[in-house]
């Protein structure tokens, strides 16, 4: 059965950090892509940090982020834990939302995490 995990959610002042996990069971970890995505109120989905291989160092070719987090957010991986995570940096208050971590076992994301909750207070 696959299962992800995510922790480490929580409120936080604009300016301030905040590192996600997301521990993964029930699939080879080395070979699947695995994102974030974050779902505020009233909006849609977005994926704000997509990883193509968990080689640890995350090359720049090989993940991708929006504009809206580039240079703040930083997805890595640990596969010996099999954890991947979110380093979230310069948070801002529009950085408010569940935030979920999800694998991609085939052509599209289908595994996804409970979420949690990051709030960012301005």
């Known amino acids: 059965e696959v299962q992800l995990l995510e922790s480490g959610g929580g409120l936080v002042q604009a300016g301030g950090s905040l590192r996600l996990s997301c521990a993964a069971s029930?699939?080879?970890?080395?070979?699947?892509?695995m994102g974030w995505f974050r779902e505020a109120p009233g909006k849609e989905r977005e994926g704000v940090a997509l990883?193509?291989?968990?080689?640890?160092?995350?090359?720049?070719?090989?993940?991708f982020y929006p504009d809206s987090v580039k240079g703040r957010f930083t997805i890595s991986s640990d596969n010996a834990k099999n954890t991947v995570y979110l380093q979230m940096n310069s948070l801002k208050a529009e950085d408010t939302a569940v935030y979920y971590c999800?694998?991609?076992?085939?052509?599209?994301?289908?595994?996804w995490g409970q979420g949690t909750q990051v709030t960012v207070s301005s």
């Open positions: 999800a694998a991609k076992t085939g052509s599209k994301w289908d595994y």
């Open positions: 029930g699939f080879t970890f080395d070979d699947v892509p």
């Open positions: 990883m193509r291989s968990n080689n640890g160092t995350a090359s720049e070719g090989g993940t």
